[in-house]
């Protein structure tokens, strides 16, 4: 009998090693353990960076950043009173689909960077750099005239270093409609993973005296002109909730046809934001109209950068997911590689959703540098509500 018993259990020993090399468990992979989800994003532009002027470029480009494993693409699409893709809003409101600049006629570099990014498994989620600006020549503002804010002495031109800008205005109703046909063709039109806009979404605390702002004011305020100091408290609040209000406009429009749509916002630090531009973002956060937040923090020393990151008005954000801005330099001026490694070892100590570089053309020949900060892929946070 005990013979048989050891007969038995060699033959189920056989039957179970049997069953196990023809039916093997599933061996543990990274797929089964995500790796912990973090924003990897760079911001790809027309200005000093030449990623956007061929179609074998953007190839290029968005094939590099994969295998860098970034997973976000921020690439302009409203830029010096144009935008980079065929626009049908821009034909009809200042006689141009597209931006005039040789190297983007006869193409839709927008469309090329979707199906580039996805094909990549890379988010796509354009920026509307300009905003509320707009080059003081530009064909919007020569077309336009009636549709920019001024400062009370009818002042229009604001110099951007070397630049003269001008600045829409939020109160205009055709303005407001004008940015949410924009930002709401790309929306419909695309298969983008949300839209993104930045500092220049507001305007510079001066402006705000133009006709359609004073004849607003004086129906709320007894006939009232606006004060005649434009830092004047309750004068800076009223136009910054002029501002709000347009950017809850957009935030309803994009929702109603997309509600997946990430809607991203690229800001300054909040009091600087306010005070300087106008742009109350804070509030914009609270009342639920930004899904994803990445504030620039474009600082020369770690020192500064975790100034910055420490700021009470920073640390007491709260739901939408927070990204830090990092620049990685400007023409010709690359920031130092350690600095760089510095700054993104502050965000990640602090938890913090993750970073994008400012800008494509600045990361310069430093693939290693970054895939040393990149090693493995990440999938981004979740941002959408």
């Known amino acids: 009998m005990r013979n048989l018993r050891w007969v038995w259990r060699l033959v189920v020993a056989f039957a179970m090693g049997l069953a196990i090399a023809l039916y093997p468990p599933p061996i543990p992979s ?14 790809l532009t027309n200005i000093d960076s030449g990623v956007l002027f061929s179609e074998a470029e953007v190839q290029a ?22 935008p ?7 034909q009809r409101t200042i006689g141009e689909a597209l931006d005039p600049h040789p190297a983007l006629q006869g193409r839709d570099p927008l469309a090329e960077l979707i199906e580039q990014g996805h094909r990549h498994r890379l988010a796509v989620i354009p920026w509307f750099e300009f905003g509320l600006m707009a080059p003081s020549y530009s064909e919007l503002a020569r077309q336009h005239p009636d549709w920019l804010t001024s400062r009370r002495d009818g002042s229009r031109v604001f110099m951007q270093g070397r630049h003269p800008r001008v600045w ?9 409609q004008f940015m949410v046909d924009l930002i709401l063709e790309v ?44 830092q004047d408290a309750a004068w800076v609040r009223w136009r910054a909730d002029q501002i709000t209000q347009l950017m809850a406009e957009i935030h309803r429009a ?6 997946d749509c990430i809607i991203s916002l690229s800001p300054n630090p909040p009091t600087f934001a306010y005070e300087q531009y106008l742009q109350d973002w804070a509030t914009w956060q ?19 950068f975790v100034n910055g990151l420490e700021q009470p008005e920073l640390t007491a954000l709260g739901s939408s997911p927070m990204g830090i801005g990092i620049l990685t330099g400007l023409k010709n001026q ?8 510095d700054q993104v070892k502050a965000v990640r100590d602090r938890a913090l959703a993750g970073i994008s570089f400012f800008f494509y053309e600045s990361l310069g020949d430093r693939d290693a540098d970054f895939q040393a900060l990149f090693p493995d892929p990440a999938p981004r946070p979740s941002s959408t509500r």
């Open 84 to 90: 980079l893709y065929p626009s049908a809003i821009a």
């Open 334 to 341: 690359p920031a130092p590689t350690q600095l760089i490694r």
């Open 254 to 259: 994009v929702k109603a046809v997309r509600p």
């Open 286 to 304: 609270r009342q639920g109209l930004i899904d994803e937040l990445v504030v620039q923090m474009y600082r020369a020393s770690v020192e500064a």
């Open 168 to 176: 829409l205005s939020p109160t205009h109703p055709e303005v407001r």
């Open 187 to 230: 929306v419909t039109r695309y298969d983008v993973d949300g839209i993104q806009l930045d500092d220049h979404f507001g305007m510079p605390v001066e402006f705000g005296y133009d006709p359609s702002a004073i004849a607003l004011y004086q129906q709320t305020h007894n006939g009232q002109n606006p004060p005649a100091d434009p």
């Open 30 to 43: 990274i797929a089964q353990h995500s790796p912990q989800a973090e924003l990897r994003g760079v911001w």
């Open 61 to 82: 480009g968005v094939e590099r950043l994969a295998r860098l494993n970034f997973n976000t693409l921020y690439p302009t699409v409203w830029n010096w009173g144009y």
